[in-house]
């Protein structure tokens, strides 16, 4: 222990105006001069603001609300990107963003009737983001250069890296595109959704009691969220961790609170609902299993702030604008000659599945089948599928090293198993039995931790 305590690569943050060595006047020219080159993707979002204002003119909307939203909000994107032409008022790009934001949700506040203004309106808002944001890089901070090593200080690997990133917004997308089709069932677009492995169950859940007590379509708000995730995904550079701590915050408020609002609703759909969605399953499996995915990267600003924190640095200023690293640290490697075995290792770096979180993983899947498997009804199915879709989500996001720790909570849940065998399946022998093996087994895979592949300095002591 005293040896690791001594070998800690010590590191020094410098803030925002240090990272360039330069006077805050000339940080201003070069935001300025870069602004300068990406006026181009002004003039796209202008004409993309034009082609909202004419659209009424070009569909039917069959909503007046829904026309003026358009409307204004493609006047509001001309005006803003116009004001923000000057890079004196370079900030005023950001309420471009906010109204890109809304255009995703008009068509479900409004319950839009027409598919092409749903359509029109998503594939507008995303452009405008990507043309406000992501090419021209940060409002305030494009050309800015935070030079410093890619990799984490005393980290085996880059949670921010490229090749980490893609398989997140890949699984975003997946689910963008499910939640999107089930929107177009809810919204009337269609008659019929199709499930993979149920039958009309889609159908049931989509209008169930649960979906009509909301006042916008719940998969077309799913589809948004996951939309913003993607964009969430593209934005930053391959360090982003300390570059731009802003943006994986904004990423991990996307992904946690929709993880658990996604197992929120599997768990009601056999408990209130009486039917699974298959699609919406689908879609929730590929969100938890993102979780585990984006840990990593959350962990590295949480201790780079800390760290700005303790040597006296001014955190807001580091939280929204970043900040450089002097000392230990590296590259990310040269991947163009990898194999695809070895991209897929590099994507999935820090995430491992021992045989004991595999059994956990198992007993998890096993319970929410179980009800419909055995036949079985009541408090004791009902049990099965809560305690089931808890045990698969604690135990995926186990599956990052840097969170192996949360998999002692499934030695509660697996106590609970078997209090419910006496409670609920006591009449039921097979019930009881498997229940109450299942437990045990439960308690006892989720107490050794596995072994553990990459460090991560200054996390590795909270892994147990």
Not at 64 to 79: F, K
Not at 236 to 261: E, H, K, N, Y
Not at 369 to 390: M, Q
């Amino acid at each position: 222990m005293t040896n690791q305590v001594t070998n800690r690569p010590k590191f020094q943050i410098k803030d925002f105006n240090e990272i360039v060595g330069k006077s805050s006047g000339e940080i201003k020219q070069i935001i300025a001069y870069h602004q300068y080159k990406t006026l181009w993707t002004y003039a796209v979002n202008c004409i993309l603001g034009l082609w909202l204002i004419t659209s009424p003119f070009l569909y039917d909307y069959k909503s007046s609300a829904l026309v003026i939203s358009d409307v204004v909000s493609g006047a509001l994107i001309v005006a803003f990107e116009c004001l923000s032409f000057s890079s004196k008022r370079y900030l005023l790009r950001w309420f471009t963003v906010l109204v890109a934001v809304w255009l995703l949700f008009a068509p479900l506040v409004f319950w839009s009737s027409t598919p092409a203004v749903y359509l029109m309106d998503t594939l507008i808002a995303c452009f405008v983001i990507v043309f406000s944001v992501l090419v021209p890089g940060t409002p305030g901070q494009g050309g800015v250069e935070k030079s410093g090593p890619d990799q984490p200080p005393g980290w085996s690997y880059n949670p921010s890296s490229w090749i980490r990133r893609w398989l997140g917004i890949a699984l975003a997308l997946l689910g963008f595109f499910i939640s999107r089709y089930l929107a177009a069932r809810q919204l009337g677009y269609s008659q019929h959704a199709w499930d993979p492995f149920f039958g009309n169950g889609s159908d049931s859940v989509l209008h169930s009691v649960v979906s009509r007590s909301l006042p916008i379509s719940d998969a077309g708000f799913g589809s948004v969220a996951y939309m913003m995730e993607v964009l969430a995904g593209f934005m930053g550079d391959r360090a982003r961790w300390r570059t731009s701590p802003w943006i994986v915050m904004t990423f991990a408020v996307l992904v946690v609170p929709l993880g658990v609002t996604s197992v929120l609703l599997v768990i009601l759909q056999p408990t209130i609902v009486g039917a699974w969605c298959g699609l919406c399953l689908i879609a929730a499996a590929a969100l938890v299993a993102s979780v585990p995915l984006a840990v990593h990267e959350i962990i590295a600003m949480a201790l780079f702030m800390v760290e700005a924190k303790k040597q006296g640095k001014n955190v807001w200023q580091v939280f929204w604008f970043g900040g450089s690293i002097i000392g230990a640290g590296a590259e990310d490697p040269d991947r163009r000659h990898f194999s695809l075995i070895q991209r897929w290792i590099a994507s999935v770096q820090g995430v491992t599945v021992p045989w004991t979180i595999a059994v956990q993983l198992g007993i998890g899947s096993w319970l929410m089948a179980r009800p419909d498997i055995l036949h079985l009804g009541g408090r004791t199915a009902d049990c099965d599928h809560l305690l089931g879709a808890l045990v698969v989500t604690v135990t995926t996001i186990a599956t990052a090293e840097v969170t192996r720790t949360a998999r002692l909570l499934n030695i509660p849940l697996g106590f609970l198993l078997i209090v419910a065998a006496f409670l609920f399946a006591r009449d039921l022998p097979i019930v009881f039995c498997s229940e109450l093996i299942s437990g045990v087994i439960l308690v006892f895979v989720s107490i050794p931790k596995g072994r553990i592949f990459e460090r991560c300095n200054g996390w590795d002591k909270y892994v147990k």
